[in-house]
């Protein structure tokens, strides 16, 4: 006999059978809605099981809480126990985000493979650049083979074509083994558009409109609680059961929620209660387009009390002083005024105009009482290069003076830098938007729709790669060869060589706002950060110029030619075009 529990939560289900196997098995109704089974179960034959709920006659569906789904989202849930792993983290005591870096990585395209075993092997190159935290997109199971990983149904289990949840343990064993934490991107905004079925066990869903990427949750109506324990769960889940050491909470922006106590608010006092009982850090950072710094404010002072928040204006000033472009949400952040408030503000639009958006945008920061680590920054992400219309990165617009000065401002500016899988060799692979819907109406709607968003936006449609094409996701697969070629490794070893400098100059991971002074000369194209007695020295322009620099011995340096600092005289650096220095 093989004791298993078998639960689900149908408030509105007259009658609920656990399909297991050959058999059908009547569960009994509790008085809050669930249904359950927990008596023993004689197993069908040895090890997991295969099994579904049905509602009212209607059925078998996936286990919402499902920990595996061998057979796709449609098929019959497996079970799984967590507690089978045998942890080698031991000794594993957490990392805190403050002084830390970041590295997104998107499991399908970070190797050829594709899986977390694949993944695991390259954690030594993580360690390598200095990596802190490795922040994995979403992973949970999603109608497909290939996806961004947003169109997640079943956020209990883990994509078996990454491994399934068993490889996930053994990914975060192997980053743990690294001196590396493992954040993971949770989506709780919305559903993906086929497999969600939420609706046949209960109210999971707002009555309310949905977002634009689908339905939204029931967060705050009738029979709500229920919905809101279901996230909570997840999130506690991943953090204990998988000893992720951090979630980043998609769009937090879009969670439709008007109670007293903000969704957000509970999971943080519920992850901080967690993260005192196994004695070790657990960060929650948001993703939010509000420049909302209330995000980020202890409860203390009536803030919700997450650790971070991204802070996307960082990388639309550094995007636009690099490029120049400045249409769409560019358009406000002409270089360097605005670069510069953004280094010393942390947002751009606080309180301000915003032209994009018609209207006033955004909250200032209290500089006095908020550290800025509790920024996330980048000068490119998924979003940022995965949402453009050929998904290309910086570096098919840029030289690799100009990536190295997007590094230089990222590794060595006030906030918590974030880097994208391959930027760090200025990878020439681009990261395009991919989907393998299995529905050919859905298939086609995808990439109809993709076509027009972009014409709308002034885009060439020509240039848009079909999602649905297998070509876009092998296209989008890093080419580890890259980083061993001569000006790929070049850059490789000057973000090495910044990593190792913000371990060994404690101006760079100051988190005080006053500590950071900034000066430019917009119409000579160079601006100078300062960092306590750390100047960071920046020519953006095409042509030598002379920068007023101050005393200082030269550290770090990197140019497109082979030398950046082409003259030094007396308080001042002739610096080379496309070059960054740095002065202690």
Sequence with gaps: MNDQKFAVWAPDACAVQ?????RRLELAARD??????????????????????????SGPFPDPRARRQPGGVHALSRTFDPADHIWQDTDWTGRQLAGAIIYELHVGTFTPEGTFEAAACRVDHLQSIGVDFVELLPVNAFNGTHNWGYDGVLWYAVHEGYGGPAAYQSFVDACHRHGIGVIQDVVYNHLGPSGNYLPQFGPYLSEAAGNTWGSALNLDGPNSDPVR???LDNALMWLSDYHVDGLRLDAVHALRDTSATHLLEQLAVEVGALSAKIGRPLTLIAESDLN?????????????GLD????????????VALTGETAGYYADFEPLDALAKVITHGF??????SSFRERTHGRRIDRERMPTWRLVVASQNHDQIGNRAAGDRLSAQLDVGQLAIAAALTLLGPYTPMLFMGEEWGATTPWQFFTSHPEPELGAATATGRINEFARMGWDPQIVPDPQDPATFERSKLDWSEADETEHARLLGFYRELASFRRSYPDVTDPRFDQIAVEFDAAEGWLRVHRGSTKVVINFGERSVRVPAGRGEVVLSFATGPDAVQDRLPNALQLAPHSVVVLV
Excluded at 18 to 22: C, F, R
Excluded at 292 to 304: C, H, Q, W
């Design 292 to 304: 909302d710094p209330r995000l980020i404010t202890s409860r203390e002072a009536n803030g919700y």
């Design 308 to 319: 971070a928040q991204w802070s996307d204006d960082f990388h639309h000033a550094v995007h």
């Design 348 to 353: 751009f639009h606080d309180g301000t105009y």
């Design 32 to 57: 809050d809605g669930w249904w359950e089974l927990s008596a023993s179960v004689p197993p069908v034959g040895a090890g997991a099981m295969d099994y579904g709920f049905i509602v009212d006659g």
């Design 229 to 231: 324990r279901y996230i």
């Design 18 to 22: 656990l399909q297991l196997g050959p």
